[in-house]
């Protein structure tokens, strides 16, 4: 079997059924694939939503976990059960773009690569309905090392597991999985994964509709819990530096990322978090998780990492009052 496609799927009933219909819209013969839904227990009516579907279809799995553990866990049940030489995992929100798959896992089958990356398009979720397709270019194929891919595609803000096809031999010889119960787990999975490759493809071709500003998605709002979880996916990718043979440009980048993921994590602390005790309470936990964690490229990453390690409650405060009298000057500007 060429491909496993797996989904999980979490109180999702108002896009699971448009996604699942994706699938089956990419002219693929349905033996060379199977379809993994992973039911993360759903308590809305996503499941009754599908049913007609997965009676359709032979080639569809249904793995049932009695509780919500977390698409993490969701993602690593999905991969234990897969058969497929390789391995998609679209979010149940988002869709594929109809007839963009069967290039891409025909190049991975032929080249035998470990990681296939393709394009994506990011639309506003009130605009999918209306969407009628995308004018695609040329098929352009670049064959590159994890490294090579590593510096040049990899952006901190795009760890999106979705628009890579992994090959499931490669997941498993080294280990990789998805950290357990976490919100943020697509951060170091990713670059874990660019980081042990050994032979990659670039694809310039649009392959996924990410769905935006979607009510409840797992990355919207921000609170203690998930707080912890973006520092659980900080330390994650910070241990990452740890692997041998990293070429001093890969290392150098992969620092970047993490005072990227560090600085984001801050940024949503100000803005999402009101409470003084709270705000203080997350900044204990970075250094409780992460406790050699240190930046030192250039005088900023330096001084943040000196305030971090030697005055977490005043360097916290400080963003804090920083980030309400730019909103302050911000809204000042609008009222005008």
């Keep these: ?23 089956y819209k990419q002219g693929i013969d349905e033996s060379r694939y199977e379809v993994i839904i992973v039911n993360d227990g759903s308590t809305d009516k996503s499941m009754e939503t599908i049913a007609d579907i997965i009676q359709q279809h032979a080639n569809i799995t249904v793995i049932n976990h009695p509780q919500n553990l977390s698409l993490s866990v969701a993602r690593n049940t999905g991969i234990a059960a897969a058969k497929g030489e390789y391995i ?137 819990k998930k707080a912890k979880s973006f520092i659980l996916a900080l330390a994650g990718t910070y241990k990452l530096r740890k692997l041998p043979h990293l070429s001093p440009e890969v290392r150098y980048k992969l620092e970047e990322n993490v005072y990227f993921t560090f600085s984001t994590i801050i940024y949503r602390i100000i803005y999402g978090i009101t409470k003084s005790s709270e705000r203080r309470y997350i900044m204990k936990m970075l250094k409780d998780e992460v406790p050699d964690l240190t930046f030192t490229h250039g005088t900023r990453q330096k001084v943040t990492s000196f305030m971090f390690h030697h ?13 309400l009298m730019a909103f302050k000057k911000v809204w000042k500007i609008w009222k005008r």
């Excluded at 991975?108 to 009628?132: M, R």
């Excluded at 005055?311 to 980030?323: K, S």
């Design 1 to 23: 079997m060429d491909l496993s496609i797996i989904v999980p799927v979490y109180n999702v009933e108002k896009y699971v059924r448009p996604c699942l219909e994706s699938i």
């Design 88 to 224: 998609l995992m679209p979010d149940s929100d988002d869709l594929l773009i109809e007839n963009t798959l069967l290039p891409l896992i025909d190049k991975a089958v032929e080249t035998k690569v470990d990681l296939v990356v393709a394009d994506y398009l990011p639309i506003k979720s009130d605009d999918i309905p209306s969407f009628s397709g995308v004018s695609q270019e040329t098929l352009i194929w670049e064959e590159k090392t994890g490294g090579q891919l590593f510096l040049e595609d990899m952006k901190p803000e795009q760890c999106y597991v979705w628009r890579t096809l992994y090959r499931r031999a490669f997941l498993l010889d080294n280990h990789i999985t998805f950290i357990p119960g976490i919100n943020y787990q697509d951060i170091p999975y990713t670059q874990e994964c660019h980081l042990k490759a050994q032979r990659c493809i670039r694809a310039h071709w649009k392959l996924y509709i990410y769905r935006l500003e979607r009510p409840g998605a797992a990355t919207t709002y921000f609170h203690v």
């Design 311 to 323: 005055m977490p409650n005043l360097f916290i405060e400080l963003y804090y009052l920083y980030g």
